[in-house]
Nanobody, 114 residues
């Protein structure tokens, strides 16, 4: 059974930064494509950024230039550096593959507020 564990969220003022981490636990193939998702209050869970095994990253328009997705060399951890945070970035952030292959973790709460 694969588990994903997200961490790094918190309360930050607009314009601030956070770095989220996600670690995969269990028997999985290394170097899968990975993605970060978020679910704001009353919203559905949406994909925010993804990274291919080769390192090609894709982002939704609203976070381009502010968020950076990266992964470790072993392919079992993925990170999301979030800069210039805005109140609309407030959400629970989750990681999974782009195909949502694994059970969802509990996520990590990001709150952007003054």
């Amino acid at each position: 059974q694969v588990h994903v564990v997200e961490s790094g969220g918190g309360l930050v003022q607009p314009g601030g930064s956070l770095r989220l981490s996600c670690v995969w636990q269990g028997e999985i193939w290394a170097n899968l494509p990975m993605a970060w998702y978020r679910q704001g209050p009353g919203n559905r869970r949406d994909l925010v950024a993804s990274i291919s095994p080769g390192g090609t990253a894709n982002y939704i328009n609203s976070v381009k230039g502010r968020f950076t997705i990266s992964k470790d060399s072993a392919g079992k951890a993925v990170y999301l550096q979030m800069n210039s945070l805005k109140p609309e970035d407030t959400a629970v952030y989750y990681c999974n593959t782009p195909g949502e292959s694994f059970p969802w973790g509990q996520g990590t709460q990001v709150t952007v507020s003054s």
